[in-house]
Structures are given as C-alpha cells and as structure tokens.
C-alpha cells in the first residue's frame, strides 16, 4: 500500500495535514511534501533540519526548533519571558486568541529572544515563530527586540534576527503601528554602537515587519522560496495587483532586486553566520601593539 | 449647494440645506435690495446649534469619512496657507521624482523649515497623478533626502501626513517600498534636528509613519491613523468587510484615542464642521501648533533631543510584565 493511502486522505485534505505538522510535530511516521507530495519519513526530515530532501521545501520552524538548528546545544538563555500581551484596545476576542496560541505554542508571544553562542561566538537572537498570532508584532514583540538590542549594545554583542511574520498584531491597532517606530530606533542606536546587524527572513517575512527592524540589517538573508514582500498576502489580494511576476514577493523576487544579500538553504545558515560573524568581529587591540 | 451632491456625507446634509438656505436669501438681499439680516442670523444660529449637535455625535467611522472627505483640504492647501513663502524640491536623485510625496523649503513666520508630506488630488486626472496619495520607494526616499539637508542646515522638519497607505505596486516592491519605509523609521529616530508631524486627514498605516517618526506627533480633531484600513481589517479578521464601523471603533483610530493611547502629543481642533468648512482657519491652527512645538524644541540640545525621541517611541506599547518564568536561567 502507497504511504499516501494511509493517510487516507488527497490533494488538499493531504497538504492541510502536512500544514498542520508544521507546528507540533505529528504523531505518523510519515509528513507528505506541501510542494512536491514527497511522501517523507518523519525522522530523516527532523535530520534534515524541516527540509524536504527532493524538492528543498523549507517546512516553517518553531522559535525553539529554530534556535535549535542555529545556536550550539545547551548555550541558549533565553531573555524577558514574564512579557505577555494586555489588551490596550480592550479589542473582541483578542484575550481568547492569545490563550489559544499560548497553549498552542508554548509560547508567552510571538517571539523568544535571547544570549547564545554560534561557534566561538557570542549574539544576541531574537525568533519569531509564525504559529503564535501570525508572528505578528504587538507591544510585547516590540519591547522583547528593543530589550534584547539594547542588551547587545549593553554587551557589545552581534544581533542576529529571524523574522517571519504576517505584519502588525491588528488587536493592538495603533500601538503595533508603533512597534515599527520603536524596534526601528533600536536598531539606529545599534548602528551607532558599530555591532553587526544580522537578519533572516523565513517564510513569511511581510508587512509591517518586513517594513521596520527586518530590512534594515547589515546583511540580509533569507530562506529559499519564502513569501517576503510589504503587501500581506490578503493585502495584496484585496488591492487586485494584476501582471505579477512569477515569483512575486519571494525571496528569489527579493535577490533579483536588490533587497537581500543571499538565499540561504537552511543546512547552509550556520555556517554562513559564522563567516560573517567572523568578518564583523571587532580586531582585539594588542596593549603592546604600539 | 445642493445637499444632495456627491461631495456632501449623510451626516452633513441638514447642514448643507441650511447654508443653501441661507445663500438663497443672501442673493435675494443683493438682487431685491431687501433687508433679511434678521432671518439670516436666525438661520446661521439655527445652522451652528445643528453643527455643534451633530459634531458631538459623531461616530468612529463618521470621522473617517470626515478624514476622506473629497472636499477635505490636501497638504499642499495647508502649505499656501501656512507659509509666507515657499518652494517645493523634487526627485529621490535614484530613480525618479514621486507625486504622491511632494516637499521643499518654507518660511514660518521668520522661520526657514523643511516641510515634506503626501499629497492626494482633488479630481480625477489629478488623483491618478499623485496616485491617490500613495507613495512609492522614491517618495519615501525624496522626503529622507529633504530631511538630512534640513540636518545639514539645522533647519526643522515639518511632516504632513495624508495617504491611505503606501503604495504596494509590483514597482514598489521591485524598488524596495519596505525598505524605503524601514531606512526612514531608522534614520528619522537619529535626525539631528528637530521633527513635528501632523497627521492632516488619513494616517494610513506604514505609509505614514514612514514620515512621522517625529518629535512632536499632533492630529488635527478629524484625522485617523490606523495601523490597517477599517474595511481590510475587519475583511482579514472577521471575514466581513461590512463591518468597517464595528471594526473603525474597535481599532480606536479617531484623534482622541490616539491621544490617550500616547501615540499623539496633541490634537488640534478644527473649524465647527471639520476643516473643509473653513481652510484658512484650519492651515492657521495648523501653522500656531507647528510654530509652537518647533519653538519649544529648538531650545533644546541635540542630544536632549534625540535622547527624548528615543524614549517616546521606546515607551510605547502596553503589555503585562510578571517574573521571569522559572527555568529562566539570563542575568
């Protein structure tokens, strides 16, 4: 009997399922590729970093997965993780919504932030996970990036940022507007304190996320085939746009014009930061050099 | 004028009676030689109690129609009012010179300013040519452009803030419109001069603050400034796009509640029955306010400044904070 069968399910039932695992890891053996319907044995996509073996697909990670296949094992603090979200707006359904990801993630908000070590380095990481609210940024998301930028200026320490997010958390209104502002200034201020800036985008990197903190690293990454663009998904739709490109708003769209400085397989990433880590590491001054 | 004429909203049509009213007798006056001033300032009374009425009712989703009035004065009517004199600049010297983000230099009262805004257009042709006050990459990058020559010359900056939302075209995205907004945030909250933004009509979203990352943020009394259209909003998250006015309510977009929410430093009252009914003297509240707020700043130290700037936009947001959770190993 063929894999797929014992799934039971086709077509759009099969890649809904394959979606679902995206967060927690499902309990088959098997996970079916959204992209190519590869039928993947669950263990060797794990060992695979979440990456189909035949057609490359990047499955989304979760912030911890995430970190887990970037910082060296058991070096990860994590930073601010009594931050949850209020209500400001007193907005309908926004409190029940929270709990829901809450319970669904793990997670207190849409991003963990940070200290680690990548090889013999030291970096600030700040990850968003897609699972919680979209990844969408709200007070906490910003005040977590704030803090932990302002903690790298404190240390003298590199920023590395994994963004994937729908946008602006709509439930806090203006104040997540405000996000944009604030997350922006932090990293002004660690421009001027001359600390490497790292970013990289997974899918999705959109809208107001895509528009502050995320666009303005020193070097830009991003995950192949990931939906990277100003204009949300539904945005986009709603505005009508007409004569797309093929590859409108990915990541491949980005580095064809200029926005990114590579398309980093995810078996690639780490190594690829430590290279630029290492060319960003400030020259120790000798006190006998003179 | 006629009330029942495009131009005119729902609410304002008992209004527009009155003053067609009003007009009527005022020619008759002229071309009979009667004497009807006494009917007149009846009705004028008539017409201002019914103005104040209606005014203090307003809903939510009445201010932004009141924002989006098609007869609502665009940034460039505030700029012929407020400046004694003025130029407008052009080009981002990248890629092309954007309509829908118009700029120069201007004289307040003695003061030489840089002023940088979007720009709508009032009839049709006009609207496509300053593409309904969307702006593109090189709009963003003309008005970033404008502002570092104003730091270069330690002239202030004013922004007038008036787009649905920035324009999110194949071109935009192939330019880099994410970035051009991303660069402003992060180079306006370092600028060293001082900055004050006043959202005229629509703040959309990151088309606007992407000029507003001020040290003075004020709204003029029927403005909004939303992080998402009303209509998107409730589209996206409650899959009803009719429920735009449920939605602008809940969103808290009026000017009151982005002044209580910390976003805004001041609201700037507009002539009884919103700025179209009165331009003059609403570019000239515009212009007390602005001269106000780049008086008080202009005393301040560079690093004062910046170092406030900084802390504004640092402290906004709310959320809840408890102890760290119990694994939390951290400093």
């Known amino acids: ?290 | 004028m006629p009330p029942n004429e495009w131009n005119v909203l729902d609410f304002e049509k008992p209004i527009t009676e009155l003053d067609a009213q009003i007009a009527e007798i005022k020619r008759l006056t002229i071309e009979r030689g009667e004497d009807r001033s006494a009917d007149i300032e009846i009705l004028e009374r008539d017409r201002d109690r019914l103005l104040s009425e209606i005014f203090a009712n307003l809903t939510t989703w009445d201010r932004v129609l009141l924002a989006r009035h098609p007869k609502r004065p665009y940034t460039l009517d505030y700029v012929r009012v407020m400046f004694d004199d003025f130029i407008d600049l052009h080009g981002d010297r990248l890629f092309a010179d954007d309509n829908a983000m118009v700029g120069g230099i201007g004289t307040l009262d003695g003061r030489q300013v840089m002023w940088v805004g979007q720009q709508k257009g009032r009839d049709l042709k006009d609207r496509q040519h300053r593409n309904f006050g969307s702006a593109k990459p090189e709009g963003y990058r003309k008005a970033m452009r404008l502002m570092h020559l104003a730091e270069k010359f330690k002239r202030p900056v004013v922004c007038l803030i008036d787009t649905p939302a920035a324009d999110c075209s194949v071109g935009a995205e192939e330019r880099g419109i994410s970035e051009a907004i991303a660069r402003n945030l992060m180079e306006m909250s370092t600028l060293k001069t001082p900055i004050v933004a006043v959202v005229l009509g629509e703040g959309g979203s990151g088309g606007a603050l992407g000029i507003a990352v001020a040290d003075r943020v004020l709204m003029l009394e029927h403005s909004i400034y939303s992080v998402i259209p009303p209509e998107s909003c409730a589209a996206i998250l409650w899959r009803d796009p009719s429920k735009h006015k449920e939605m602008a309510e809940a969103l808290k977009i009026a000017s009151n509640d982005a002044l209580r929410l910390g976003v805004v430093d001041e609201v700037i009252s507009e002539p009884p029955g919103g700025a179209h009914r009165n331009v003059d003297l609403a570019a000239r509240s515009v212009r007390a306010a602005i001269i106000k707020h780049i008086d008080e700043l202009s005393k301040l130290k560079t690093n004062k400044l910046l170092e406030q700037r900084y802390q504004k936009f640092r402290n906004m947001g709310v959320f809840e904070e408890s102890a760290p959770v119990a694994s939390e190993a951290g400093e």
């Open chain 1, 1 to 290: 009997m063929a894999p797929a069968q014992w799934f039971g399910l086709k077509g759009k039932a099969a890649r809904k399922t394959a979606r679902q695992s995206i967060d927690a890891l499902p309990d088959g053996l098997w996970t079916k590729c959204p992209k190519c319907n590869e039928i993947l044995f669950n263990k060797e996509l794990e060992k695979n970093l979440r990456v189909c073996n035949k057609c490359g697909y990047h499955y989304k990670l979760g912030a911890h997965e995430r970190i887990g296949t970037v910082i060296d094992d058991g070096t990860f603090e994590e930073m601010d993780t009594g931050l949850t979200p209020a209500n400001p707006l007193e907005f309908p359904d926004y409190e029940t919504a929270i709990k829901k990801d809450k319970l669904k993630t793990g997670l207190s908000d849409a991003v963990v932030t940070g200290t680690g070590e990548i090889g013999d380095h030291k970096v600030v990481v700040g990850v968003a996970d897609f699972a919680f609210r979209g990844g969408s940024m709200g007070s906490v998301v910003g005040e977590k990036i704030v803090r932990a930028i302002e903690y790298a200026i404190d240390h003298k320490l590199p920023v590395i940022m994994f963004t994937t997010s729908g946008g602006a958390r709509m439930q806090e209104g203006i104040l997540s507007l405000m996000q944009m502002a604030k997350t922006a200034a932090a990293c002004a201020k660690l421009q001027d304190a001359g600390l490497p800036y790292i970013v990289v985008f997974a899918d999705p990197t959109t809208a107001g996320v895509h528009a502050s903190y995320a666009s303005i690293g020193d070097f830009i990454f991003a995950e192949p085939g990931a939906l990277v663009g100003f204009a949300g998904a539904r945005v986009a739709q709603q505005a009508g746009l007409i004569h797309r490109p093929d590859n409108f708003q990915t990541s491949e769209f980005q580095l064809e014009h200029g926005m990114i400085d590579r398309i980093v397989p995810r078996r690639e990433l780490k190594s690829t930061l430590i290279k630029v880590l290492d060319f960003c590491r400030a020259k120790e001054v000798k006190p006998d050099a003179a």
